[in-house]
Nanobody, 124 residues
Framework: QVQLVESGGGLVQAGGSLRLSCVAS????????MGWFRQAPGKEREFVAG????????FHADSVKGRFTISRDNAKNTVYLQMNNLKPEDTAVYYC?????????????????WGKGILVTVSS
């Protein structure tokens, strides 16, 4: 069992930046693919960014490419989401998730473990 705890959310003005962190329990963090997802009110949960265990392979949704960057520090059991040039449409609850399957395609239904989520609000 893996427990995930997100931090770093809050209120920011459009154009601002935030960095989300997600700390994972357990000794096998480097074997998990990690992802960030978000869910806005009235919308389905969507993929934001993903990173494979080694950290060399990263993936970003088109809507955040060039603005958000996912990274991980396996020594600290932590995955990050650096969010720059935030827009009001980025407002959502952001979730960290882990997948034991290295070949994951980061579909929400395929992730094995989820954090409780953290709210990011971008004001215009």
């Amino acid at each position: 069992q893996v427990q995930l705890v997100e931090s770093g959310g809050g209120l920011v003005q459009a154009g601002g930046s935030l960095r989300l962190s997600c700390v994972a329990s357990g000794r096998t963090f480097s074997s998990y693919a990690m992802g960030w997802f978000r869910q806005a009110p009235g919308k389905e949960r969507e993929f934001v960014a993903g990173i494979k265990g080694s950290g060399r392979n990263t993936f970003h949704a088109d809507s955040v490419k060039g603005r958000f960057t996912i990274s991980r520090d396996n020594a600290k059991n932590t995955v990050y989401l650096q969010m720059n040039n935030l827009k009001p449409e980025d407002t959502a609850v952001y979730y960290c998730a882990a997948d034991r399957n290295y070949l994951t395609d980061f579909r929400p239904n395929g992730m094995d473990y989820w954090g409780k989520g953290i709210l990011v609000t971008v004001s215009s």
